[in-house]
T-cell receptor, first 111, second 112 residues
């Protein structure tokens, strides 16, 4: 089983809709979780960290479910500019942590 | 403050040639990473370093070597390039305990 797994998509969603996707991780020792956004042919950039209590940043909400070992990302009122690939990361946070990325979920927002 | 920079941005090699990719960061970060990204494969960790003078293997280290002689620089070497090493290479750095990674813009390498 891959350490971090995501549905590759693509998710085709009309503008203004709400979309959510999950990411599962296999290492129960993981302590830090992140969502990154990657635009075509560009480097990944941090979208948001994921905290145990869940966190929100504008239209974006991230949640962590430790019991089921998954994190989720919810995007409300989606914009055309949200079209990108979303990568999740689960990290142990220790010195030897390799910080493994999921393969990413492609999102297309349709006008 | 340039963040993370990578040199070169593009390169075409012939099979068997060697080259070195340079990653430089000016944020005084402790840890640095080299990834490769191929279509449908996501980011795969090649090697990483948790400090000056130390390196470790990631998921796909074969065919690559690295060195971290200075804290700000992390070099990735291909001794004898193969077509299977055609990819986009990203470098990243972090400063623990905050594990947010900052990425360079990438190097697009084609091996013919």
């Amino acid at each position: 089983r891959k350490e971090v797994e995501q549905d590759p998509g693509p998710f085709n969603v009309p503008e203004g809709a709400t979309v959510a996707f999950n990411c599962t991780y296999s290492n129960s020792a993981s302590q830090s979780f992140f969502w990154y956004r990657q635009d075509c042919r560009k480097e990944p950039k941090l979208l948001m960290s994921v905290y145990s209590s869940g966190n929100e940043d504008g239209r974006f909400t991230a949640q962590l479910n430790r019991a089921s070992q998954y994190i989720s990302l919810l995007i409300r009122d989606s914009k055309l500019s949200d079209s990108a690939t979303y990568l999740c990361v689960a990290s142990r946070g220790d010195r030897d942590d390799k910080i493994i990325f999921g393969k990413g979920t492609r999102l297309h927002i349709l006008p | 403050n340039a963040g993370v920079t990578q040199t070169p941005k593009f390169r075409v090699l012939k099979t068997g040639q060697s080259m070195t990719l340079l990653c430089a960061q000016d944020m005084n970060h402790e840890y640095m990473y080299w990834y490769r990204q191929d279509p449908g494969m996501g980011l795969r960790l090649i090697h990483y370093s948790v400090g000056e003078g130390t390196t470790a293997k990631g998921e796909v280290p074969d065919g690559y070597n690295v060195s971290r002689l200075k804290k700000q620089n992390f070099l990735l070497g291909l001794e004898s390039a193969a077509p299977s090493q055609t990819s986009v290479y990203f470098c990243a750095s972090i400063s623990p305990p905050v594990n947010t990674q900052y990425f360079g813009p990438g190097t697009r390498l084609t091996v013919l």
